[in-house]
């Protein structure tokens, strides 16, 4: 079994900063992808950023030049670090990780973490 175990949300005032974590750990032979997603009240889940095992990185058009994601892939960890925080950002934010098992074969599944809450304040 894999888990992600996300942490870092929190309340704060627009323009302010949060950095989100996520660790994942388990059974896992290696990681490609890692990223997160949000998901605002009545609105669909929709990608925030993502980052593959080799360091490439990729943005929603609204979080570009103010969040950024990293990995420290020695520890199975993403980050994602939030400045300029806006009241459009609040929402409940996902890790999500493209994971690589060994089960007789190598598998690629793809798991989820709990969700950890970011509001921010106008």
């Known amino acids: 079994q894999v888990q992600l175990v996300e942490s870092g949300g929190g309340l704060v005032q627009a323009g302010g900063s949060l950095r989100l974590s996520c660790a994942a750990s388990?059974?896992?032979?290696?990681?490609?992808?890692m990223g997160w997603y949000r998901q605002a009240p009545g609105k669909e889940r929709e990608l925030v950023a993502r980052?593959?095992?080799?360091?490439?990185?990729n943005y929603a058009d609204s979080v570009k030049g103010r969040f950024t994601v990293s990995r420290d892939n020695a520890n199975n960890t993403v980050y994602l670090q939030m400045n300029s925080l806006k009241p459009v950002d609040t929402a409940v934010y996902y890790c999500?990780?493209?994971?690589?098992?060994?089960?007789?074969?190598?598998?690629?599944?793809?798991?989820w973490g709990q969700g950890t809450q970011v509001t921010v304040s106008s």
């Open positions: 980052i593959t095992s080799g360091g490439s990185a």
């Open positions: 388990g059974s896992i032979f290696s990681i490609n992808a």
């Open positions: 999500n990780a493209d994971v690589v098992i060994f089960t007789a074969r190598l598998r690629t599944y793809a798991y």
